[in-house]
């Protein structure tokens, strides 16, 4: 896997993946340049958590046969205040819609979490990861 980012703004980068071909833009904050032309890294690193976990969740429900209409995914991230800067706590919640088994679906976001997310296997296991799950009828 391979990411290439090149510079396009005073605080702005390109990435581009080399397996998929997908693109996006990286900006800065307004007080190192920024223009607001896309997502700051730690936005993205939380979607990017965001994004593994609900891939999972649908893969694991769409085995089960489960009929999962549609998953929202709300995720908020602490980061310290002094340098050097981390996320100190980061809490998820998966909104979910459908007749989906709501152990089913409690389950199904335990194994993406707790197990199969490559991104949360990534990080420290001492973040303070939390989660919770919301069933919409």
């Not at 005073?10 to 993946?17: E, G, Q, R, S």
């Not at 976001?109 to 069933?135: F, G, I, M």
Request: charged share 30%; hydrophobic share 45%; aromatic share 4%.
């Amino acid at each position: 896997m391979k990411v290439r980012l090149e510079k396009v703004g005073a605080a702005a980068f390109a990435a581009k993946a080399d397996e998929s071909g997908a693109e996006l833009v990286l900006d800065g904050k307004a007080e190192i340049g920024g223009e607001g032309r896309g997502m700051r890294p730690t936005e993205l690193f939380l979607s990017g958590l965001a994004g593994c976990a609900a891939m999972d969740v649908v893969h694991i429900l769409k085995r089960q046969r489960e009929p999962l209409e549609h998953l929202a995914i709300e995720i908020e991230g602490d980061k310290s205040a002094q340098p050097p800067s981390r996320f100190t706590a980061v809490r998820i919640k998966f909104i979910a819609r459908g007749a989906v088994d709501p152990h089913k679906l409690e389950r199904a976001v335990a194994l993406s979490v707790d197990k199969y997310c490559t991104v949360r296997n990534t990080l420290d296991p001492a973040l303070d990861l939390s989660w919770q799950v919301e069933l919409e009828s």
